[in-house]
Nanobody, 113 residues
Framework: VQLQASGGGLVQAGGSLRLSCKAS????????MAWYRQAPGNQRELVTT???????DYADSVKGRFTVSRDNAKNTVYLQMNSLKPEDTGVYYC????????WGQGTQVTVSS
């Protein structure tokens, strides 16, 4: 199983970024995918999940600003992040739970005020 995340960067508050995570080695369309983030000094926290059928759930802190989507033909999950805030800064990880958790390598998102 491999999860390859990309799309992070530096953006000003109020800006947007789109993260991508390409999966291999799994039956992608059958699996719930998730995005987590970890800010310096904090625990990793769940940001959003999307089931194979496209049902989504979000942390309260990102509702209305972030949108998760997936393209099962491309084995890729996306995270569109709008109206970014400095508190969104952190390393973002894609995740899939099989018999254990699998993680992508993480991509840094930095939001300046």
């Amino acid at each position: 199983v491999q999860l390859q995340a990309s799309g992070g960067g530096l953006v000003q508050a109020g800006g947007s970024l789109r993260l991508s995570c390409k999966a291999s080695g799994i039956m992608f369309r059958l699996n719930t995918m998730a995005w987590y983030r970890q800010a310096p000094g904090n625990q990793r926290e769940l940001v959003t999940t999307i089931t194979g059928g496209g049902s989504t759930d979000y942390a309260d802190s990102v509702k209305g600003r972030f949108t998760v989507s997936r393209d099962n033909a491309k084995n890729t999950v996306y995270l569109q992040m709008n109206s970014l805030k400095p508190e969104d800064t952190g390393v973002y990880y894609c995740n899939v739970k099989l018999y254990r958790d699998y993680w992508g390598q993480g991509t840094q998102v930095t939001v300046s005020s």
